[in-house]
C-alpha cells in the first residue's frame, strides 16, 4: 500500500473507484456480483474457495497457490489438498502395481511370522 501511495495509484483510501473512496465495500461486491450475473450466495469466501479448488485441481505447486491465496500451505493442504491430482497418486499406484516378491523374501517373511505367533 505504502508502494501504491508512493507512485499515485491511489489517492486516499485503500478501496477507490475512479480516484474517489468507496463509501462500502459490501454494497460494491453485491454491485459486482449482479454485474457478472453470479446466482445463489456469494461472497468473498466464496470466491476464495473457488479459486483454491480450481488452483488444486490445475496442479498449481501448494506454496504458489497458498501465496496467491494469502494462506499457509498447511490449510491449503489440509483443506483443499485433496483436489490436487497427485492426492493419493502414490497410494494409488502402489496398490494398482503389481509387486513381484522373490521367493527367499516370502522364506523371510514367512519364518519372521511364525517367529511372532510362537512369542505371542
Wanted: proline share 3%; net charge positive; glycine share 8%.
Amino acid at each position: 500500500m505504502r508502494r501504491w501511495a508512493r507512485l499515485k495509484l491511489i489517492a486516499e483510501c485503500f478501496v477507490e473507484f475512479n480516484g474517489k473512496p468507496i463509501a462500502s465495500v459490501k454494497k460494491g461486491f453485491k454491485s459486482a456480483v449482479g454485474l457478472a450475473r453470479l446466482t445463489g450466495k456469494v461472497t468473498p469466501h466464496t470466491l476464495r474457495h473457488t479459486a483454491a479448488t480450481w488452483l488444486m485441481q490445475r496442479g498449481v505447486p501448494v506454496w504458489e497457490a497458498a501465496g496467491f491465496l494469502g494462506m499457509s500451505a498447511e490449510v491449503l493442504l489440509g483443506t483443499y489438498g485433496h483436489h490436487h491430482p497427485d492426492f493419493l497418486h502414490g497410494a494409488a499406484n502402489a496398490i494398482t502395481t503389481k509387486h513381484r516378491v522373490s521367493v527367499v523374501e516370502s522364506v523371510v517373511d514367512l519364518d519372521s511370522v511364525r517367529e511372532r505367533r510362537q512369542k505371542a
